[in-house]
């Protein structure tokens, strides 16, 4: 799973990276060049990040119109009886 880190500080995002640790590189290379390496604010820090592919992670993209579609024929036929 991708991981990327954000700043608090300076509301900054890091790109994606395929490992936690090179994640990681990338927050200590920002805290040294942007804010001195000073330690990190509080929420600060590497996240997981779902995969594009799966959109928000729950469905993949691009299926959830066609999931209410589906429920709008459903409701439809049951208000048509």
């Known amino acids: 799973m991708p991981h990327m880190y954000e700043c608090q500080q300076c509301r900054t995002q890091a790109p994606r990276r395929a ?3 090179d994640a990681e590189d990338d927050l200590e290379e920002h805290r040294d060049l942007a804010h001195g390496g000073l ?12 995969d594009d592919r799966r959109g ?5 993209r691009h299926t959830l119109p ?15 009886r």
């Open 19 to 21: 490992e936690r640790e």
């Open 66 to 80: 066609a999931v209410l579609f589906l429920l709008a024929l459903v409701l439809a036929n049951c208000w048509g």
């Open 39 to 50: 330690a990190p604010m509080d929420g600060d820090g590497i996240r997981p990040v779902h």
């Open 56 to 60: 928000d992670g729950l469905l993949p």
